[in-house]
């Protein structure tokens, strides 16, 4: 145990009925809402999916998360998906290391930048030329941009409960019916903007076909998360993601895959390998960043060179290359080809998600969990299939919410809402997951109903 945890342990401890305040995750989250709107940087880190109080992290390592207040947790979030080595692997920390000495950034091409562009385009056939940006909103945000400069249409279709970042054009949810625009996601984002991007429910062939029978000709792109990770974990039904293709083959319209998640995720070559389906163009993030902010977008030579300088579609970004961020996404990215953990991520996310379900069965908890490569999903339902963002939606929802505080107790840190997948790192053996697996039968054990969420912070550490 590190002498920062031990500290805290005894500090955060109860002595004689009072409780020392030290910097602890309730006294930072208080402090944080004062001076962040509501306590974050982004909005899912609040708990508001699950109740209670955010845990404020101290440091990572390997699997394992630790908090403010010395307790460990074994981390299915990963940071949200770049972490697929699991926490400060000491081979991307020493590569930093050893090129922050060099300098932080120069707004001025570097070799790293085009080691990054030739390993990506190998790897990734499909992408013939990338440009780096430096997050997953900014891929997505520059892609649609280009493929509407590209195509010169305006309307983008997007699939109801699939995520591409928080810009304008892409910040909207399904309305009622089958045929529909989108509705604003949030206030801020213009009716304007609305009416150029029109969606469809995931899976949904025929409410595309529908939709491109009447806008067709208007449709610069098509995005699609091939395998939606933002709604818990949905996959593509058979075929749908090559009849996508054929549909934008035959209207002219660009195939825009997100693989800001599934990108290294699933394969080397991303979902687009794992199903077969060629894209125009890809978005890339998250563990192409190794952890640093990184995102990117590339596809086919002749719609890349309308970006500017070569081309006409404005996109630029001060910081876009970034050289240690780069350097932390290039070794990660070496690490994983030379590696190649891939089926045995998926191997061991494919037993672990079993091994739930049977849990659910033993316990009488209707349970459906499934996988693709290292990314999972849990769902508290009756169902024995989830194909889209209405199979999500009506989960229990609440019982979720007690199995995440309960598993959150007992050191498991998954991510704090019904909608978001879970990770798996190489770094998650399988000791770890089983021990995970004998939490989830304690937290089975007491039952779904007890209000977890009611115990604090002080109780928590009791129970380790
Ligand atoms: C996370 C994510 C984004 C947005 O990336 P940020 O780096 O958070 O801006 C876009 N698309 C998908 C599929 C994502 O999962």
Known sequence: MCPYTKKF?????????KLIQMPNSTNLFARAQTVIPGGVNSPVRAFKGVGGTPIFIHKGNGPHLFDVNGNQYIDYVGSWGPLILGHAHPVVIEAIQEAIHRGLGFGAPTEIEVEMAEFITKVMPSIEQIRMVNSGTEAGQSAIRLARGYTQRNKILKFNG??????????????????????????????????QTLIAPFNDIEAVRTIFKEFGHEIAGVIVEPIAANMNCVLPLPSFLSQLRAICDRYQSLLIFDEVITGFRVGLGGAQALYEVTPDLTCLGKIIGGGL????????????????????????????????ALTAGLTTLKLLKQLNPYEEL????????????????LYGIPLFAQSVGSLFGIYFTERDSITCYEHVADCNIDQFKQFFHGMLQKGIYLAPSAFEVGFISTAHTNSILDSTLETVERVFKIGLKKNFSELDLLTRNNIF
Request: glycine share 16%.
């Open 9 to 17: 342990r005894i500090a955060a401890g109860p002595l004689n009925g």
């Open 162 to 195: 699939c995520y591409h970042g928080h810009s304008d054009s892409l910040l909207m949810k399904g309305g009622s019916g089958l045929l529909t625009f989108g509705i604003p996601d949030s206030p801020g984002v213009p009716e304007e903007f609305v009416r």
């Open 293 to 324: 902010p990184v995102g990117a977008f590339g596809g086919r030579r002749e719609i890349m060179e309308f970006l500017s300088p070569k081309g006409p579609v404005y996109q630029a970004g001060t910081l876009s290359g970034n050289p240690i």
């Open 346 to 361: 998926a191997e061991k996310t494919l037993e672990f998600t079993q091994e739930l379900k049977v849990l659910g069965e």
